[in-house]
């Protein structure tokens, strides 16, 4: 299991959804300290919709800055839609992710 910084995970992200519908998985520590993962993922973050830049938009924007917008799919086949902080990822398809730029 090998490393990877966080500004690559973003950037594998968009790739991945650049380059067809593919999915990551990956692994995150809780508000509780307890580890969750997530399997068949895909990324989310083109479903925010780019408004004018007025006050209004730029809070909203800063708001969601930090966040990895993604989907996965339950148990019965149907995508729900969640949002984790980049500072709280651990692991993502299978390396490690090292905080540090």
Known sequence: MGTIYIRDVRRQVDLLTKF?????????????????????CRNRSADVKHQKSDLLSIRQASRRAGY???????????W??????????????????????
């Open 20 to 40: 067809g519908d593919q999915t990551f998985s990956i692994t995150y520590r809780k508000k509780d300290g307890s580890y969750g993962e997530k399997k068949n």
């Open 68 to 78: 990895l917008r993604f989907e996965f799919r339950d148990q019965g086949g149907r």
């Open 80 to 101: 729900l839609k969640r949002e984790i902080l980049f500072c709280l990822l651990v692991s993502f398809n299978g390396h490690i992710i090292d905080h540090n730029f």
